[in-house]
């Protein structure tokens, strides 16, 4: 007869015979029964397990008859318990089950995918330095370039035999082509040699960035997405991009599309024929600091820093033009105009279309348009025409125009210029809503609403919009729809391309409804799609191969020739592995305005959900508003919330004298940590006057 065997799993106790524990081969239960494993009894003699017991009870229930109950029960726990045990028979059918539901081929909303295009190849025979190649092509000091302010890194890297190689400082290494293309490669902060950084979209066309090169693809509406140019092989890493698909005078050589890259303080661009066939180099321009913003309006080229320089290449006088203005926190465009606000609390306004000029100096012609009453500090910006100024834009470009802007402070205020506006002023302040703690980091009004961010976990607040032939009206004025956040866990570590791959949103047309995408954690193979005025969950995006999202954006394609045919908007997901996976949107939008009078609406992740993702990284405690993941600039691993003073103590210990530790760690602190930062200085001085 079978040994009884007495079992005492999470304090509840179990007996079984050794025969059903060990009738599964190679299991848990085969390993502690012949004692190759060590185990602790409790004082009554049974063996203790330190498990769930209510999954350990199903598991044992199976051993015995072959047979499992899955009436409420979270199959992904009992499995995860279950390859605990090693019960494979068992694993193996969860697994199924958990299958059951996905398809590697995508669901309803999956579109398609684009193939990773072959990268570029080094040039094998450039010897010259980084310094003398630059300086010669963009005719700057070269003094410019070796400054160590301009945070140059170059990495040298190369294709051989099959074989990439990297000899970054940080994480020299030599790999296969083949593990590279599948992912199988890096660490968490490693950067993929060819995985998606950053995807922008316009018309049927998508530029898609990769560490050390550009694609652009073209859909084509018998064909789908095709590759049709790359970028040669770019020494330093790619920051911004920027695509303008409507080149208005695309010369003799027919190249009407053109493509600008960042990197450092440079900017790179492009002008390429449709096929790809011919590419023009328009030449290499030097804005002497980062540059932390690309885009086009209309066929002018805009670069802006934040330290308040912003350059300008001129599509008719093919010059680049640089200049100076108040350090800049935020930007909008619509049209030809540029709104920028800025440090002073002022919006400054350039209309790109008329490219005015200063007599006296040739300068642009930077105007300001309007100055918060309290001068904070104008942390996000948008700016909306009405139906009416889009149709007469060309001749009152200074009028149907309404503002919303959000400052430091955490106010949001709309100011508008309608027709009526006496001549001379400028927009009038119309509402102010100071419902927001933290800074504003996003702001949108549209036809509809209005939504405003926050830094505070993301915290969003939107209103409805109640507008009047057309322009904004306080009969009955702008109503409280939602309160929500959309939480997302940010990796210090992470270069410059994440932010601009992985922005959030609100994303849409402003005539149409809007969404947030949410990316809970940096490393996922799952998006949140929500409504921006109200929160609602639209859809859940899940990688159909299982790689992590690494860049996404939504983007609207123009319809067919076919008559009755739409536009539509798809998500495009770029992936670690170079492949870029498309979802239709316009399906999932259909589909949830469809369900929604269900009674229980969805909105972000749920608690299961938020737990299972962030199991994907390790949490730890910041100043920051947004929780990042470990390691955090502002905290030490396992030491909770680090004092500025307990950091200082762990430097001094390392051999740091008392002055640089202070140092050090005052480069850490947030602006809200300045008094602290100053003691520790002060506290720092005092020893070495002590010393002395």
């Not at 209309?351 to 001068?375: A, H, I, S």
């Not at 994303?507 to 149409?512: I, L, N, P, Q, T």
């Not at 990688?543 to 020739?561: K, L, R, Y």
């Not at 962030?614 to 919330?641: E, I």
Request: charged share 20%; with cysteine; glycine share 8%.
């Amino acid at each position: 007869m079978s040994e009884i065997i007495h079992l005492n799993v999470g304090g509840q106790r179990f007996s079984s015979s050794r025969q059903t524990l060990t009738s599964v081969q190679d299991s848990f239960f085969t390993s502690l029964l012949s004692g190759r494993i060590p185990s602790h009894k409790d004082e009554a003699g049974a063996i203790f397990i330190d498990r769930d017991p209510y999954f350990f009870g199903k598991i044992l229930n199976y051993l015995r008859s072959k047979e499992i109950q899955l009436n409420d029960v979270d199959v992904r726990s009992l499995r995860h318990e279950a390859e605990f045990y090693g019960i494979t028979p068992l694993v193996r059918r969860l697994m199924l089950c958990e299958e059951l539901d996905q398809s590697a081929c995508g669901g309803i909303l999956f579109h398609g995918t684009i193939a990773m295009p072959s990268p570029p190849f080094p040039v094998a025979d450039k010897r010259q330095s980084v310094t003398s190649i630059d300086a010669e092509l963009i005719n700057i000091p070269s003094a410019t370039l070796s400054d160590p302010r301009n945070n140059f890194s170059r990495s040298k890297q190369s294709f051989t035999d099959g074989v990439y190689c990297s000899s970054d400082s940080r994480h020299g290494a030599v790999f296969n082509l083949s593990d590279l293309k599948m992912g199988n490669v890096g660490g968490s902060h490693f950067m993929h040699p060819l995985r998606v950084t950053i995807i922008k979209g316009h018309f049927n066309w998508l530029a898609v960035a990769f560490p050390h090169f550009v694609s652009l693809f073209r859909l084509k509406e018998s064909f789908g997405w095709n590759l049709t140019w790359t970028s040669p092989y770019i020494d330093l890493t790619v920051s911004n991009i920027a695509l303008n698909a409507k080149v208005m005078n695309p010369g003799q050589d027919g190249c009407s599309r053109m493509v600008a890259v960042n990197y450092g303080n440079f900017v790179q661009l492009w002008q390429i024929s449709d096929n790809g066939q011919r590419t023009r180099e328009i030449g290499r321009f030097c804005l002497t600091v980062d540059v932390n913003s690309l885009f086009f309006i209309g066929s002018h080229l805009v670069a802006l820093s934040r330290t308040g320089k912003f350059g300008v290449w001129h599509a008719m006088t093919q010059n680049w033009q640089i200049q100076d203005v108040v350090p800049i926190t935020s930007y909008d465009t619509t049209g030809s105009l540029l709104l920028l606000g800025c440090e002073n609390g002022s919006i400054y306004n350039i209309d790109m279309q008329k490219f005015p000029l200063r007599m006296k100096d040739n300068d642009l012609l930077v105007t300001e348009l309007y100055k918060d009453p309290t001068g904070d500090r104008i942390t996000a910006l948008s700016v909306y025409l009405t139906p009416k100024a889009n149709q007469q834009f060309a001749g009152c470009s200074g009028n149907w125009i309404e503002i919303a802007y959000g400052t430091s402070t955490g106010t949001v205020r709309i100011i508008v210029q309608h027709p009526e506006t006496t001549y001379g002023q400028g927009p009038q302040l119309f509402q102010t809503f100071t419902v927001h703690c933290s800074p504003v980091v996003k702001v949108m009004i549209s036809e509809r609403h209005l939504v405003a961010v926050c830094s505070e976990y993301n915290h969003v607040r939107s209103w409805s919009v109640t507008r009047f032939r057309g322009m904004i009206s306080t009969q009955p004025g702008s109503m409280p729809l939602a309160s929500f956040k959309i939480v997302s866990i940010d990796d210090p570590m992470s270069p410059p391309s994440y932010a601009q791959g992985n922005d959030f949103g609100p994303f849409g047309e402003k005539d149409d409804q809007q969404v947030f995408v949410q990316k809970v954690v940096p490393e996922t193979d799952q998006l949140f799609v929500r409504l921006s005025s109200t929160g609602n969950r639209v859809c859940v995006i899940r990688s159909v191969d299982g790689t992590m999202i690494t860049a996404f954006c939504i983007h609207e394609c123009e319809g067919s020739s076919r008559m009755g045919s739409r536009p539509r908007r798809y998500l495009f997901t770029g992936h670690c592995n170079g492949t870029i996976q498309i979802w239709d949107l316009s399906t999932a939008l259909e589909l949830s305005s469809k369900a929604a009078g269900a009674e229980v609406t969805l909105g972000g992740p749920t608690p299961d959900e938020l737990m299972h993702l962030v199991d994907q990284c390790n949490l730890t405690n910041s100043r920051a508003t947004t929780p990042s993941v470990s390691p955090s600039p502002y905290s030490v691993a396992n030491d909770g919330l680090c004092t500025p003073q307990a950091s200082r103590h762990r430097l001094m210990e390392a051999g740091h004298t008392a002055a640089a530790a202070a140092a050090e760690v005052a480069k850490g602190l947030p602006l809200a940590e300045s008094t602290a930062a100053a003691e520790l200085i002060d506290s720092a001085e005092d020893d070495k006057e002590t010393k002395d």
